[in-house]
């Protein structure tokens, strides 16, 4: 299994990147640390505002890394 996964927002509304962040997060293997967004920030900021606002349970904290089109989050440990 991996370590990490990647989510890649592209093409997506807000609405739907939502529910795909939820709807893998619901279903994400025990043994993922990590989830990286893809959302990009060049088309506009509404997804990466809204994955710095989102709000999961499952996410222990979130990086902001150089990339300012990815936002990776740790999960915590079950």
């Known amino acids: 299994m991996p370590y990490s996964?990647?989510?890649d927002l592209h093409g997506h509304?807000?609405?739907s990147a939502r529910a795909l962040i939820t709807n893998t997060l619901k279903t994400l293997p025990c043994d993922v640390r990590e989830v990286e967004i893809?959302?990009?920030?060049?088309?506009g900021t509404a997804l990466?505002?809204?994955v710095?606002?989102?709000?999961n349970s499952k996410i222990e904290r979130k990086i902001f890394?150089?990339?300012?089109?990815?936002?990776?989050?740790?999960i915590r440990r079950q």
């Open 5 to 7: 996964i990647e989510i």
């Open 38 to 43: 893809i959302h990009g920030y060049r088309g």
């Open 65 to 74: 890394g150089l990339n300012r089109g990815v936002t990776i989050f740790v």
């Open 52 to 55: 710095s606002r989102y709000s």
């Open 13 to 15: 509304t807000v609405d």
């Open 48 to 50: 990466r505002d809204m």
